[in-house]
């Protein structure tokens, strides 16, 4: 029995979702559909794909078989259409970039800002989320790391480097007792990451400049900033958030200055994708070129 790719299209969603109403959602149909067509396809090849529970549907042995089949033939279709959709110098499609919320909301409006300019047809989607994306599930394109993988098929290429400061607002800073070294911090409340929510250790801040507690806590760069804008305490911050914060400044930058990496990452099999591969290139010169300006402002 020959299986047609809308088969496998649906087969694919109910995998990497393992609901029918992830797969229903994804594939913007009834779930019901989803279930009738996984079930006359499971009729038509004569095995059970998937075992289903009240947590959802898991691939049976028979379904992980013809996962590695429709994954490389969702590449071929995928790279049928990009070579035809895709001629010429001009960068054109939907292309979703995953990165952390700090990234995203500081640094990457402006480089897409920049790449849409001279390439205007491109629709970029960002996805800000503080937790991992998973490549194989196709939940994303591209994904902004703060740590190089240590497991997977993937290409890796490095972004640029950048900075964290320990920072407060200033008329905090009047009216609290002085800051002068890490014993001085003891008085001061402290707003960082929600301990256990931490996903790369890469973002365990504090515990690198020696403080082990956290008073006011968020798994949200962006709410940990608002929190030191609030006056709740200091914090670490970006340094390219710096620009965006009025009277914000750094505390200790003579001893405190951390140091990280952004990392570009795709999946192995995109590599004969020229279109990714050149959005990757320009994405990465511009992301270097924005956060350096802004550090430079901070």
């Given at each position: 029995?020959?299986?047609n790719w809308d088969d496998l299209?649906?087969?694919?969603?109910?995998?990497?979702?393992?609901?029918?109403?992830?797969?229903?959602?994804q594939l913007r149909i009834d779930?019901?559909?989803?279930?009738?067509?996984?079930?006359?396809?499971?009729?038509?090849?004569?095995?059970?794909?998937?075992?289903?529970?009240?947590?959802?549907?898991?691939?049976?042995?028979?379904?992980?078989?013809?996962?590695?089949?429709?994954?490389?033939?969702?590449?071929?279709?995928?790279?049928?259409?990009?070579?035809?959709?895709?001629?010429?110098?001009?960068?054109?499609?939907?292309?979703?970039?995953?990165?952390?919320?700090?990234?995203?909301?500081?640094?990457?409006?402006?480089?897409?800002?920049?790449?849409?300019?001279?390439?205007?047809?491109?629709?970029?989607?960002?996805?800000?989320?503080?937790?991992?994306?998973?490549?194989?599930?196709?939940?994303?394109?591209?994904?902004?790391?703060?740590?190089?993988?240590?497991?997977?098929?993937?290409?890796?290429?490095?972004?640029?480097?950048?900075?964290?400061?320990?920072?407060?607002?200033?008329?905090?800073?009047?009216?609290?007792?002085?800051?002068?070294?890490?014993?001085?911090?003891?008085?001061?409340?402290?707003?960082?990451?929600?301990?256990?929510?931490?996903?790369?250790?890469?973002?365990?801040?504090?515990?690198?400049?020696?403080?082990?507690?956290?008073?006011?806590?968020?798994?949200?760069?962006?709410?940990?900033?608002?929190?030191?804008?609030?006056?709740?305490?200091?914090?670490?911050?970006?340094?390219?958030?710096?620009?965006?914060?009025?009277q914000m400044q750094r505390v200790?930058?003579?001893?405190?200055?951390?140091?990280?990496?952004?990392?570009?990452?795709?999946?192995?099999?995109?590599?004969?994708?020229?279109?990714?591969?050149?959005?990757?290139?320009?994405?990465?010169?511009?992301?270097?070129?924005?956060?350096?300006?802004?550090?430079?402002?901070?």
């Open positions: 029995m020959s299986t299209r649906v087969f694919l969603a109910v995998a990497r979702t393992e609901s029918l109403s992830g797969a229903g959602k779930p019901a559909t989803v279930g009738r067509r996984i079930s006359r396809l499971e009729e038509a090849l004569g095995v059970t794909l998937f075992a289903k529970s009240p947590q959802g549907y898991e691939l049976t042995r028979d379904g992980g078989r013809l996962l590695e089949h429709a994954e490389r033939a969702e590449q071929s279709v995928f790279l049928g259409t990009e070579a035809l959709s895709n001629e010429g110098d001009s960068l054109s499609g939907v292309i979703r970039v995953g990165a952390p919320d700090g990234a995203a909301n500081y640094v990457l409006p402006r480089v897409i800002a920049r790449i849409v300019e001279l390439h205007p047809a491109l629709n970029v989607q960002i996805i800000a989320h503080p937790r991992l994306f998973n490549l194989s599930k196709r939940e994303v394109d591209v994904v902004v790391s703060v740590s190089l993988p240590t497991s997977g098929r993937v290409l890796v290429q490095k972004i640029t480097d950048y900075h964290l400061s320990l920072a407060a607002m200033d008329w905090y800073l009047k009216k609290h007792a002085p800051i002068t070294d890490i014993s001085s911090l003891a008085p001061h409340k402290i707003i960082g990451y929600v301990p256990d929510l931490i996903f790369d250790k890469e973002l365990d801040y504090l515990e690198e400049i020696g403080v082990n507690r956290v008073d006011f806590s968020s798994n949200s760069v962006s709410v940990q900033l608002n929190m030191i804008r609030a006056g709740l305490g200091l914090g670490i911050v970006h340094d390219f958030c710096l620009p965006y914060v009025s200790m930058p003579e001893t405190i200055r951390l140091h990280r990496s952004f990392y570009l990452v795709r999946h192995e099999d995109d590599r004969k994708v020229e279109r990714l591969g050149r959005f990757c290139d320009l994405f990465a010169k511009t992301m270097r070129e924005v956060v350096g300006q802004l550090e430079a402002d901070a």
